[in-house]
Nanobody, 122 residues
Framework: QVQLVESGGGLVQAGGSLRLSCVAS????????MGWYRQAPWKQRELVAE???????NYADSVKGRFTISRDNAKNTVYLQMNSLKPEDTGVYSC????????????????WGQGTQVTVSS
């Protein structure tokens, strides 16, 4: 019912920048929260940055000052600008959204995109 499609990943040298995009489409009444997670090899998935349900932002300590999350509500899109990339930023970056798909109780669901690979070389 709802699809999330990420783009913008790739291979970049340390110190470089990338901009990720995530577009949500389908049966969407509204989006409560939306953000980015990443999973590095042999590690658990972790929150990178998010817009919460009240509109505030959260960032992982490791990316504060380097990454910026932004959004275009009209396009149901969230972006992640990543600057000063480090090899430890390497991983699969996935978009998550808490989407309201109806007007009754229990109409909020969590969706995930397929992910986009980010590789930072040293």
């Amino acid at each position: 019912q709802v699809q999330l499609v990420e783009s913008g990943g790739g291979l970049v040298q340390a110190g470089g920048s990338l901009r990720l995009s995530c577009v949500a489409s389908g049966r969407i009444v509204s989006i409560n929260a939306m953000g980015w997670y990443r999973q590095a090899p042999w590690k658990q998935r972790e929150l990178v940055a998010e817009f919460t349900s009240i509109g505030s932002t959260n960032y992982a300590d490791s990316v504060k000052g380097r990454f910026t999350i932004s959004r275009d509500n009209a396009k149901n899109t969230v972006y992640l600008q990543m600057n000063s990339l480090k090899p430890e930023d390497t991983g699969v970056y996935s978009c998550n959204a808490h989407v309201i798909i109806g007007y009754g109780l229990g109409s909020s669901y969590s969706y995930w995109g397929q992910g986009t690979q980010v590789t930072v070389s040293s």
